[in-house]
């Protein structure tokens, strides 16, 4: 819920100890105070002592809490960010902002239409020639079993991105094996299939068949930065003396794993930072 990161306005004056960095943001107890004045539920003294606090306080952060830090430490993308930077970090206006790439996840229950997928195939491979079986017959060109992953290229005219079997992440290796030679077997088994929109149910049903009563969950979000070649980098350092980012690493790679080796290093940035300062009394 930070709105703000500044460097402290006597900072030029501070001990080494002493904390160089304001953070303005929300709290808790600002957003429940803000809920009930709008829904009309908060008492006469509420309502009052919030107009106080905020009266008293907007001209310099705009009604935020202001806490002083040493180290401040940015876990999200600045692309997607109301975070503002005043007196720290530089411009950082001047790395281009990537767009974020759409990715919606859809899961049902079913088996794979091998049928749709073979006369799909033979749509979009031109220069057989006159009277081929397989353009006769789609049946021909159908895998003998359901594949457990199916990936498409950019050019596709497919409205999807890949589809995939599912595993629960707690499953064995055996009772994983299990699951996949029976999607193969073409026993109804739950797949995930990414798209750049939500798909109706309609699109959905000409390459599955879906169990009787199998809902579709979606979940639409933006996945991950659009990668350019050459293009420029934000740094994980963004004031050397003490404000760190921990997403820097998803303009390269984005994922939860990724995300691990982010924190990772800015936990090391910020060991260096305290053994730095470290004096004979302790830090």
Same mark, same amino acid.
């Given at each position: $819920?930070?709105?703000?990161?500044?460097?402290?306005?006597?900072?030029?004056?501070?001990?080494?100890?002493?904390?160089?960095?304001?953070?303005?943001?929300?709290?808790?107890?600002?957003?429940?105070?803000?809920?009930?004045?709008?829904?009309?539920?908060?008492?006469?003294?509420?309502?009052?002592?919030?107009?106080?606090?905020?009266?008293?306080?907007?001209?310099?952060?705009?009604?935020?809490?202001?806490?002083?830090?040493?180290?401040?430490?940015?876990?999200?993308?600045?692309?997607?960010?109301?975070?503002?930077?005043?007196?720290?970090? !530089?411009?950082?206006?001047?790395?281009?902002?990537?767009? /974020?790439?759409?990715?919606?996840?859809? /899961?049902?229950?079913?088996?794979?239409?091998? =049928?749709? /997928?073979?006369?799909?195939?033979?749509?979009?491979?031109?220069?057989?020639?006159?009277?081929?079986?397989?353009?006769?017959?789609?049946?021909?060109?159908?895998?003998?079993?359901?594949?457990?992953?199916?990936?498409?290229?950019?050019?596709?005219?497919?409205?999807?991105?890949?589809?995939?079997?599912?595993?629960?992440?707690?499953?064995?290796?055996? &009772?994983?094996?299990?699951?996949?030679?029976?999607?193969?077997?073409?026993?109804?088994?739950?797949?995930?299939?990414?798209?750049?929109?939500?798909?109706?149910?309609?699109?959905?049903?000409?390459?599955?068949?879906?169990?009787?009563?199998?809902?579709?969950?979606?979940?639409?979000?933006?996945?991950?930065?659009?990668?350019?070649?050459?293009?420029?980098?934000?740094? /994980?350092?963004? &004031?050397? &003396?003490?404000?760190?980012?921990?997403?820097?690493?998803?303009?390269?790679?984005?994922?939860?794993?990724?995300?691990?080796?982010?924190?990772?290093?800015?936990?090391?940035?910020?060991?260096?930072?305290?053994?730095?300062? =470290?004096?004979? $009394? !302790?830090?």
């Amino acid at each position: $819920r930070a709105r703000l990161v500044r460097r402290a306005s006597s900072a030029s004056h501070l001990a080494s100890w002493e904390p160089s960095f304001e953070v303005a943001y929300h709290t808790a107890e600002q957003d429940e105070a803000a809920a009930k004045m709008k829904s009309g539920g908060s008492s006469p003294a509420e309502a009052a002592a919030a107009a106080t606090r905020k009266q008293t306080t907007e001209s310099e952060t705009e009604g935020l809490f202001v806490e002083a830090f040493h180290i401040v430490i940015v876990a999200h993308p600045l692309e997607q960010s109301k975070l503002r930077f005043e007196g720290c970090c !530089g411009d950082l206006s001047q790395v281009e902002k990537p767009s /974020f790439q759409r990715c919606t996840a859809h /899961f049902l229950r079913g088996t794979l239409n091998l =049928r749709n /997928f073979a006369e799909a195939g033979i749509k979009q491979v031109s220069g057989r020639p006159a009277g081929d079986p397989y353009e006769a017959d789609p049946q021909a060109s159908m895998p003998l079993f359901a594949p457990a992953q199916i990936l498409t290229t950019a050019d596709t005219t497919t409205p999807f991105y890949s589809i995939g079997l599912q595993l629960p992440v707690d499953m064995s290796h055996k &009772d994983a094996h299990e699951v996949v030679t029976r999607a193969e077997r073409g026993e109804p088994q739950v797949y995930k299939i990414f798209a750049s929109e939500p798909l109706p149910e309609a699109e959905l049903d000409k390459w599955f068949t879906r169990t009787r009563g199998s809902q579709i969950q979606v979940v639409d979000w933006y996945a991950y930065p659009q990668y350019t070649v050459p293009q420029t980098f934000r740094p /994980f350092v963004l &004031d050397a &003396d003490g404000v760190y980012y921990i997403n820097a690493i998803e303009q390269v790679a984005s994922a939860m794993e990724m995300s691990l080796i982010g924190a990772r290093n800015v936990t090391n940035l910020v060991s260096d930072w305290v053994s730095q300062r =470290r004096g004979p $009394r !302790g830090f």
